[in-house]
């Protein structure tokens, strides 16, 4: 990626912060010569750390505040009084055309209530939503919304659709991705009103969207479509089930190969192959949640993640940023805005 641009950083956010947010950022700084960080946080803890990476050395400027959002802060709380936080500092620095993006393992609520209210969200989106990669039997796939909106009503699924689409298309790179509703079965009866509105809404509508129609749970691993769209509410509780087996699985396999001295041989002899199997379903891979919809790019990095998993979520908004995805957006917005009746019809308004 040749593109050159600066990327905030909220340096105290997660719970190993600073020492892992440095070091995250260390790791994608080799991947992205053409990447500048400004680090948001204390500096007396920042800088020597930053001393002890000398990549990062000409790259790096620490924007210095004491003051930090809490992981147990109330977003109202945050929102009210934590303008001078290392949290909302970075955010201001996107909004003020200082940096191309914002990266945090912060509060999540508090992250989204200040980015909503400093970066505001695009026209024809009424609420930002939380997007997430997960491995597939295809592939990958991208689930939104991911706990940004714990009700969401048929507009708000439509929209999510929208911006899913556009995700899979630009950074995913799938000509034509399928988009489908979660839900708890196929059938077009079932499931609760706004999903099933929202299923006739993109069924009946002028929408670039190749709509697969309702998806369950076990399609997301399946790879049945390539863009998962649900509430918040279901997404959160998806993504967290997801992660619980994920790590339960490969403990169950780790006790299974070092139970005996033929399994731990066995182990040895499969070591490239259990390595390979390790990093497709390793968590901190896909680590890195996406707030699409704001009028700026914002990555949300899991809290309790380690230096690996952060530079994971940095870089993937380094590449959100490279690939435009707000841009095509923007213009799919715009596309529709211009066909006012599937507009209404889809429920997105200009």
Same mark, same amino acid.
């Given at each position: 990626m040749n593109t050159r641009f600066t990327l905030s950083v909220d340096a105290m956010g997660g719970d190993a912060a600073p020492k892992m947010v440095v070091e995250g950022v260390a790791l994608a700084a080799e991947k992205y010569p053409g990447v500048n960080f400004l680090l948001c946080g204390d500096e007396n803890l920042i800088a020597p750390l930053v001393r002890d990476n000398p990549g990062l050395a000409d790259r790096v400027r620490i924007r210095h505040t004491l003051e930090v959002v809490g992981a147990a802060d109330k977003p109202s709380t945050a929102l009210r009084s934590g303008r001078n936080t290392s949290m909302r500092l970075s955010i201001n620095a996107v909004a003020e055309g200082e940096a191309a993006g914002v990266v945090s393992a912060g509060n999540t609520g508090a992250l989204m209530a200040m980015a909503m209210f400093v970066l505001k969200t695009l026209n024809g989106i009424d609420r930002p939503a939380i997007a997430g990669v997960f491995p597939t039997l295809r592939g990958k796939c991208v689930m939104l919304d991911l706990g940004a909106n714990v009700e969401s009503d048929a507009d708000n699924l439509v929209q999510f659709a929208v911006m899913g689409e556009v995700f899979a298309r630009r950074? #995913?790179?799938?000509?034509?991705?399928?988009? $489908?509703?979660?839900?708890? !079965?196929?059938?077009?009866?079932?499931?609760?009103?706004?999903?099933?509105?929202?299923?006739?809404? *993109?069924?009946?509508?002028?929408?670039?969207?190749?709509?697969?129609?309702?998806?369950? /749970?076990?399609?997301?691993?399946?790879?049945?479509?390539?863009?998962?769209?649900?509430? !918040?509410?279901? /997404?959160?509780?998806?993504?967290?089930?997801?992660?619980?087996?994920?790590?339960?699985?490969?403990?169950?396999?780790?006790?299974?190969?070092?139970?005996?001295?033929?399994?731990?041989?066995?182990?040895? #002899?499969?070591?490239?192959?259990?390595?390979?199997?390790?990093?497709?379903?390793?968590?901190?891979?896909?680590? /890195?949640?996406?707030?699409?919809?704001?009028? $700026?790019?914002?990555?949300?990095?899991?809290? $309790?993640?380690?230096?690996?998993?952060?530079?994971?979520?940095?870089?993937?908004?380094?590449? #959100?940023?490279?690939?435009?995805?707000?841009?095509?957006?923007?213009?799919?917005?715009?596309?529709?805005?211009?066909?006012? *009746?599937?507009?209404?019809?889809?429920?997105?308004?200009?």
């Open positions: 950074v #995913l790179g799938v000509e034509s991705p399928s988009v $489908g509703l979660l839900n708890v !079965g196929v059938e077009e009866l079932k499931g609760h009103n706004d999903v099933k509105q929202a299923a006739a809404t *993109l069924q009946k509508s002028h929408l670039p969207i190749r709509f697969h129609g309702f998806v369950e /749970g076990d399609g997301i691993a399946a790879g049945t479509v390539d863009v998962v769209v649900t509430d !918040g509410f279901t /997404g959160n509780i998806v993504l967290k089930s997801i992660e619980g087996t994920a790590k339960m699985f490969v403990r169950f396999l780790k006790e299974a190969l070092t139970a005996s001295l033929p399994a731990k041989l066995g182990s040895l #002899l499969a070591r490239l192959a259990l390595n390979r199997f390790r990093e497709r379903i390793d968590p901190r891979c896909y680590n /890195g949640a996406m707030f699409l919809g704001l009028n $700026g790019v914002c990555v949300k990095s899991h809290g $309790g993640t380690d230096a690996f998993g952060f530079a994971n979520a940095v870089n993937v908004a380094c590449e #959100l940023i490279a690939d435009r995805l707000n841009e095509g957006i923007k213009e799919d917005l715009a596309d529709l805005a211009a066909h006012a *009746l599937p507009m209404t019809e889809a429920g997105i308004r200009s």
